[in-house]
Antibody
Framework: EVQLVESGGGLVQSGGSLRLSCAAS????????MTWVRQVPGKGLEWVAS????????YFVDSVKGRFTISRDNAKDSLYLQTSSLRVEDTAVYYC???????????WGQGTLVTVSS | IVLTQSPATLSLSAGERATLSCRAS??????LAWFQQRPGQAPRLLIY???NRATGIPARFSGSGSGTDFTLTISSLEPEDFAVYYC???????????FGQGTKVEAK
């Protein structure tokens, strides 16, 4: 069974940093692109970042470029999102997802909440 | 590419047909997907590549369209189908992904 479990969310002050993690199991993690998607509570979905199978390529939504980095450890079946210079508007539930073709994800975790206070 | 979904809210009864629209600001490749999100849950992939049902998705869900106009149809609403639906596309280069703002299907 495919499982994705996010962790690392929490309350942080504006300008701070957090490292989000996503533990994957039940599939060949090293063979898939992976994605982070976020959702402000009560609002819509926003793609944040994606990384290719071996970590050599990564892509970001414009609003987080230069502040967030995405990485992976295929030996540990884990995906990461390092966030820095956090802003109040980064407050959201952050989901990791296993990318499939042109979709952001065919399997999703349950999300981890990041709250940025002013 | 901006995706605009309509209507914002669709009020229907169980058993009725739901037709959701997703319009792109410019022509989209075949990478058009639909997701369902129930309250308190993560999104669930329904349709990928315009018209292919994801694993385990019932046949009452179907996708169609091309170019800039795409449709998700639920042939006969079940109680569990009342949820928010998002369309999503992937641009070819550089790879970026965008979502529509969502359509809420609510019980009338």
């Amino acid at each position: 069974e495919v499982q994705l479990v996010e962790s690392g969310g929490g309350l942080v002050q504006s300008g701070g940093s957090l490292r989000l993690s996503c533990a994957a199991s039940g599939f060949a993690f090293r063979s898939y692109w992976m994605t982070w998607v976020r959702q402000v509570p009560g609002k819509g979905l926003e793609w944040v970042a994606s990384i290719n199978e071996d970590g050599s390529e990564s892509y970001f939504v414009d609003s987080v470029k230069g502040r967030f980095t995405i990485s992976r450890d295929n030996a540990k079946d884990s995906l990461y999102l390092q966030t820095s210079s956090l802003r109040v508007e980064d407050t959201a539930v952050y989901y990791c997802a296993r990318a499939m073709g042109g979709t952001v994800g065919d399997y999703w975790g349950q999300g981890t909440l990041v709250t940025v206070s002013s | 590419i901006v995706l605009t979904q309509s209507p914002a809210t669709l009020s229907l009864s169980a058993g009725e047909r739901a037709t959701l629209s997703c319009r792109a600001s410019q022509s989209v490749s075949r990478y058009l997907a639909w997701f369902q999100q129930r309250p308190g849950q993560a999104p669930r992939l329904l349709i990928y590549d315009v018209s292919n049902r994801a694993t385990g998705i019932p046949a009452r869900f179907s996708g169609s369209g091309s170019g800039t106009d795409f449709t998700l149809t639920i042939s006969s609403l079940e109680p569990e189908d009342f949820a928010v639906y998002y369309c999503q596309q992937r641009s070819n280069w550089p790879p970026t992904w965008t979502f529509g703002q969502g359509t809420k299907v609510e019980a009338k």
